[in-house]
């Protein structure tokens, strides 16, 4: 087989006309990690309006072809879905049938994380070619050129850049390997920086273009403040941390939020009574309510909890779940009051969910 080396929703304002529903394209699709450094990245389709489900949805769309990196993390883009593979380490390209529009981009990508986009821009978190994994000195964002389909510039950002927002004009990178957050100036690149109490992983966006960010206690950078901090954009100053036990450190969709962002959905551990007197940790998803700014457990007792994604037709939570990095895993399905749905069997550790409509 050659290798490739490589969403719209319904407004229930009744004044706005209805977005039409592109049958060939509508679901979601979950991103399979595969086994690392082994390949075995895999696509999902779920149409969830028919309920029906598709895995080695990539080969089914283009015979002959596979994918042959690991997908880090992918997300659409202007009507191109851009994945991030690592190992090789490259930027991929497809349109939204899932056909590849060029060969996979290598050049000034270096273990890419995340991605966000703007104008002709996507800005690409990058650890770096040799990174030193206690400090990251040598991490930065790409600047990449959509038309030109190269890098144009690299931006220096040490201390291992994750997930990524825009906001006012600004490019916001959580670091995962200091207790900061960059704040870059697309204009000057001038780079300033917030402090937080723990490293940070992924944001949400709030109505207001404020953020909210995953704090996370990892091994080499311990904290007992992990939980989600909300972020000024205006300011650019830490205005809240709410604090929540456990928040997971897997490079995941640990954080994610429902159609108006009035409920996120972050992924930490919980304490399982065993029932022999002892207590174990298990996978647990909680909710926060945005405007009580109040923690509740969604679902508990979760073996291999990767992530979660919303549903932003329905608002269905669906929570990624990967028992080994060798064989196939899963997504549970609940609705938003957390009543189970139905499970689904994907290919290997799922690590993100893609909404097409």
Not at 92 to 108: Q, W, Y
Not at 120 to 145: F, K, R, T
Not at 191 to 198: K, Q, V
Not at 299 to 305: D, I, N, R
Request: one cysteine or more; a negative charge.
């Amino acid at each position: 087989m050659a290798a490739l080396g490589f969403s719209a929703c319904s407004d229930d304002n009744d004044d706005q006309p209805q977005q039409e529903v592109n049958e060939e394209i509508s679901g979601a699709y979950f991103l399979n990690y595969g086994s690392y450094g082994n390949g075995g990245a895999s696509i999902t389709r779920y149409n969830f309006r028919k309920d029906a489900l598709t895995n080695k949805y990539f080969e089914a769309q283009n015979p002959g072809m596979t994918i042959n990196s690991n997908i880090q993390y992918g997300a659409a883009y202007k009507d191109t879905i851009y994945l991030m593979g690592n190992s090789a380490d490259e930027l991929i390209s497809l349109d939204l049938h899932f056909k590849p529009t060029g060969n996979a981009v290598r050049e000034g990508i270096e273990k890419p994380r995340f991605f966000v986009g703007q104008g002709d821009y996507l800005y690409i978190s990058c650890w770096g070619a040799n990174p030193d994994w206690s400090e990251m000195p040598d991490s930065y964002i790409a600047v990449y050129n959509t038309k030109t389909r190269k890098v144009e510039n690299k931006i220096a950002l040490p201390g291992g850049p994750e997930g990524l927002a825009l906001a006012k004009g600004k490019l916001y990178a959580a670091l995962n390997y200091r207790p900061q957050v960059a704040v870059i100036d697309l204009n000057s690149e001038a780079i300033a920086y917030i402090d937080l109490p723990a490293v940070s992983s992924y944001f949400v966006s709030a109505p207001n273009e404020n953020l909210y960010l995953a704090l996370v206690s990892t091994y080499g950078d311990p904290s007992d403040a992990a939980g989600l901090a909300y972020i000024n954009t205006t300011t650019d100053e830490l205005e809240d941390n709410f604090a929540l036990d456990g928040v997971s450190t897997s490079y995941a969709s640990i954080l994610s939020a429902n159609n108006d962002a009035s409920t996120l959905y972050l992924t930490a551990e919980a304490w399982e009574d065993a029932g022999d007197g002892n207590w174990v940790q298990k996978g647990a998803i909680y909710s926060f309510d945005t405007e009580s700014g109040v923690f509740e457990e969604f679902v508990t007792g979760l073996t291999g909890a990767q992530g979660a994604a919303v549903n932003p037709i329905n608002n269905d939570v669906y929570i990624l779940l990967s028992a080994s990095a060798t064989e196939a895993g899963s997504v549970s399905i609940y609705n938003a009051e957390g009543v189970h749905q139905k499970d689904l069997s994907v290919g290997i550790s799922p690590y993100w969910t893609l909404f097409l409509d």
